[in-house]
């Protein structure tokens, strides 16, 4: 008896000395976790954003569906962006009434109709601002799955991921620490901060919902850029991301646009349309490629010739003013060009529905101030990441563009 109670509690004590440090790694874990704002529910990353205008953006969301969402049902919007990334750069400075930019939380109509479904069951807004991309309304359905995120779900994933970003250098251990222990509370460049993105990389969202992209996101001579339009260019010419579709426009996706205008006319939304710029080498493309130029064509006039919405072919950046070192990349135009974009839309329909609300002054000193770069921001380390001879030379200002 003695022999089995000697075994027993060495076993404990065995036990005890390999499960505690695991379990006091896990429970310091779950405190990074929690204290870096990755598994707070939705309501309360809004609730903490719009308190102190912070920026948000999780490491582990695989969409912006519900974070974009719970945004615009606790800010009811005058003014509602939806649409791609291609979309991100309005910000509520460009208007003089409540805006907010969901865009990355719709990929295609279903979800786009989901999206504006659940809004309007409690909020409708006055406009709704609609970036079009183009493969929207190809021949082919997109799936019916909406994907919503859950960010309290505690998965192995985000177990095990924070601990590659250490062994990869992306997140150091004093880093680690410090989140964990609730002592890190501002992005580099102070703002407050939530979410691993955020806090380590200064980027996210702001409570508008337009993305602050990260001094890293463009170092000069890094693979990740898109060096001469390298990299987007080839989605033009093999048809790939928004310049996926055929030589037609497909009449199921052009009947599910048709519902998404339904909708905002029964609830009383403007609903104001746009193609997105592209920079100047695949906007040539573009109509050089035939199957290309004849969808974009027959896509162009079936929106003018819509009923009850606003449509606005901005795909020439150049005509906006803009030039390719405006751009983030070939497809994704910047803050710059995004304030001339509003400007154009009010010059060519000044009777637009966005054109009360423009704060007119705001987008002219943007471009004034910040013309020939792809962000608007003061004191921004921007290099010439497409490698275009652009002058991306950092400009000081306490002025409010």
């Keep these: 008896m003695h022999d089995e109670t000697f075994r027993y509690r060495r076993f404990l004590k065995i036990f005890a000395a390999g499960a505690i440090p695991i ?35 999780t490491s582990f ?76 309304f190809r021949e082919e359905l997109y799936p019916h ?3 919503k995120d859950e960010p309290t779900r505690l998965t192995q994933f985000k177990l095990r991921e924070p601990f590659r970003w250490i062994v990869d250098g992306k997140l150091s251990v004093p880093q680690y620490l410090a989140i964990a222990a609730g002592l890190v509370t501002k992005t580099p460049s102070g703002h407050t901060g939530m979410g691993i993105q955020a806090l380590v990389r200064d980027k996210g969202f702001f409570s508008d919902g337009r993305m602050h992209y990260a001094p890293d996101d463009f170092p000069a001579t ?18 790939e991301k928004t310049f996926f579709f055929g030589r037609h426009v497909g009449q199921p996706n052009w009947e599910r646009f048709e519902k998404f205008a339904r909708t905002c006319q029964e609830h009383g939304i403007e609903l104001v349309t746009y193609f997105p710029p592209l920079a100047r080498p695949l906007y040539d493309l573009l109509n050089k490629i035939e199957d290309r130029r004849v969808y974009v064509e027959e896509l162009r006039a079936k929106l ?31 803050d710059v060009a995004y304030s001339r974009i509003l400007l154009d839309i009010s010059k060519k329909n000044p009777s637009s529905a966005l054109a009360p609300f423009l704060n007119t002054d705001y987008l002219k000193r943007t471009i004034e101030l910040y013309s020939g770069r792809a962000v608007a921001e003061s004191g921004f380390a921007e290099t010439d990441f497409l490698e275009l001879g652009c002058n991306k030379r950092p400009i000081y200002t306490t002025a409010n563009p």
């Design 145 to 147: 799955d909406v994907e």
């Design 304 to 334: 003018e010739r819509f009923q009850g919405i606003e449509f606005y072919d901005l795909s020439n950046g150049t005509a906006l003013g803009s030039t390719d070192c405006e751009y983030y990349n070939g497809t994704h135009a910047g």
């Design 222 to 239: 890094d693979p990740r850029t898109d060096s001469h339009f390298h990299d987007t260019l080839p989605y033009v010419e093999k048809g």
């Design 61 to 136: 969301a695989t969409s912006y569906y519900s974070y974009k969402l719970a945004l615009a049902q606790a800010v009811k919007p005058d003014i509602l962006v939806i649409g791609s990334s291609r979309t991100m750069q309005f910000r509520g400075d460009h208007f003089t009434v409540p805006l907010t930019n969901a865009a990355g939380s719709a990929q295609n109509w279903t979800v786009a109709q989901s999206f504006l479904d659940e809004l309007v069951a409690t909020h409708s807004p006055k406009i709704l601002l609609l970036g079009l991309e183009y493969n929207w």
């Design 23 to 57: 379990i006091v790694l896990v429970n310091i874990h779950v405190l990074f976790l929690w204290n870096a704002g990755e598994t707070r529910p939705y309501t309360e990353v809004v609730s903490r954003q719009l308190a102190s205008n912070g920026l948000y953006l």
